[in-house]
């Protein structure tokens, strides 16, 4: 009994290349201490919204053209009497001109004077005339102004505006062309005001140090 041993075949350790899972394709890296995640998916491309992209050029191009096709409507400021007279009102600086034209020979009448007496330089009577030359209409209207306010300067830019405006009355077609030539554009510059403590708007007097 004691010569019988209990002879028990040794254990060989097994290879363990087998038991554990290789990374594949499909199955991401195991972490530590973790379950293994799957594969971030890459987000397929929205073909739609990519071409929509793209298109945002040409809408933006549509939308201008709608909007220069859509004009602001046109602004007659002054009206058309029962005899046929187109009546304008001018402004410039402190100046004020009543207008009227009406089909004539092409004369001019400011303040019961003619233009050339009235205005001495040629500046203030080529301003006078401008929108009848930009029409075309110096011979076949007669102009009647009733003007007061201001100087030489802001007369002839009111009577200017104010002839404007009375064209624009008798024939709308025009409106393009005074507009083009900005006859019908009101000149809102006016002298700036003294200010205390100056001799004028801006300018002061001389610097005493003592």
């Known amino acids: 009994m004691a010569d019988e041993v209990n002879e028990t075949p040794e254990m ?8 554990v899972p290789q990374p594949t394709e499909e199955m991401a890296p195991q972490p530590s201490g973790g379950l293994p995640t799957p594969p ?3 987000p397929a491309a929205d073909t739609e919204s990519l071409a929509a992209g793209l298109n945002l050029g040409g809408e933006a191009e549509e939308a ?3 909007s220069e096709a859509i004009a602001a409507p046109v602004v007659i400021r002054g009206h058309l009497d029962k005899f046929g007279v187109a009546w304008g009102t001018g402004r410039r600086k402190s100046s004020v001109a ?10 001019v009448t400011i303040n019961g004077r ?4 009235y205005f001495h330089v040629e500046r203030d009577r080529h301003t006078v005339g401008a929108p009848l030359e930009a029409t075309s209409m110096t011979d076949s209207v007669d102009v009647i102004v009733n003007v007061k306010g201001g100087g ?3 007369q002839a830019g009111a009577i200017m505006l104010g002839v404007a405006r009375a064209l624009q009355v008798m024939n709308p077609e025009l409106h393009e062309t005074l507009s083009a ?3 019908l554009t009101r000149d809102s510059r006016m002298v700036e005001r003294k200010k205390y403590g100056l001799k004028k708007a801006r300018k002061s007097f001389q610097f005493s140090k003592r």
């Open 114 to 117: 003619p233009l050339d007496e």
């Open 181 to 183: 030539g900005h006859y």
């Open 40 to 42: 971030a998916e890459e």
């Open 152 to 154: 030489t300067t802001g």
């Open 12 to 19: 060989t350790p097994q290879p363990t290349e087998g038991l």
């Open 98 to 107: 009543r207008v009227r034209v009406r089909e004539g020979n092409g004369n």
């Open 64 to 66: 201008g053209e709608e």
